[in-house]
């Protein structure tokens, strides 16, 4: 066992000069297993290839609402291309994602986010898959989309936003909420709050990195080394060790991620 960082990008650009160096430094850090997550076709291929160089690497396929393509017709094109990505490769891509809206950097494509994260949930039901939610100042039109539309095998609300609402009609709809660096910056001042709404039974750890590194080493580079930062965050809020929210939190991660493509490697191994 050990801490699992429930959602990085080490398919990031960030990382193409170093990478094989930056995964060394998270083994011997304390970090087991991390999950690299695609936001794009592209993305989504390039996070395949490098976990299939890894058996502690596992991905997800998506694309998010920040990468979606201007027109209808070159969205299906992809959409097929991320269900056949994620069916040939059953053993490394744990969930659709990530997906969902995004209505601060992209107001005027409303319609082709929710028809892209509508899409999304149907392939994610199809494999058998959890899905992985991306969701800024769309808290409403999010909820009512998963309300509307059942994801069968739940999922996960990444660097979920501190947002009291979203938080318990998730936790309503069966999701695992994740916390990443934001909950440790100092002007955070509804993080404990946050972090005390969620039971331990849905609760995860991620870094996002390369992006939102926590304290104390903001402003920085992040990489999933940096997860036990977040998992320190929890231990403090929820008055428990950090052995504590590692293990809460590994399980988790196994249950609503990893359980699928587990069970996959272990009856095709037989």
Request: proline share 4%; net charge negative; with cysteine.
């Amino acid at each position: 066992m050990g801490l699992i960082d429930s959602h990085s990008h080490l398919n990031d650009e960030k990382f193409d000069g170093d990478r094989e160096k930056v995964i060394k430094e998270i083994c011997e850090s304390g970090v087991t297993n991390f999950i690299t997550a695609g936001y794009s076709v592209e993305s989504s291929k390039k996070a395949l290839e490098i976990a299939k160089n890894y058996d502690f690497i596992y991905t997800t396929a998506g694309i998010s609402p920040n990468d979606i393509p201007q027109s209808e017709d070159e969205l299906w094109k992809q959409l097929a291309d991320i269900e056949k990505i994620s069916k040939e490769n059953s053993k490394k891509v744990c969930a659709i994602g990530e997906i969902g809206l995004d209505y601060y950097w992209n107001t005027e494509n409303k319609e082709l986010q929710k028809l892209a994260f509508i899409e999304q949930i149907k392939i994610a039901n199809k494999l058998n898959l959890p899905i992985v939610i991306h969701t800024r100042e769309a808290v409403m039109d999010t909820l009512q989309i998963l309300k509307e539309n059942k994801v069968e095998k739940t999922g996960v609300f990444h660097c979920c936003p501190q947002n009291r609402e979203l938080i318990k009609e998730g936790l309503k709809l069966g999701f695992y909420i994740s916390f990443a660096g934001p909950i440790t910056f100092k002007n955070s001042k509804n993080a404990v709050e946050m972090i005390k709404l969620v039971p331990n039974d849905r609760i995860l750890i991620e870094t996002d990195s390369p992006y939102l590194a926590p304290e104390p080493v903001r402003g920085t580079r992040n990489t999933p080394s940096n997860v036990r930062f977040v998992a320190q965050k929890i231990a403090d809020a929820k008055g428990l060790t950090l052995e504590e929210v590692e293990k809460i939190t590994y399980e988790n991660t196994k249950n609503v991620l990893l359980g699928t493509v587990l069970k996959r490697t272990f009856f095709q191994n037989l």
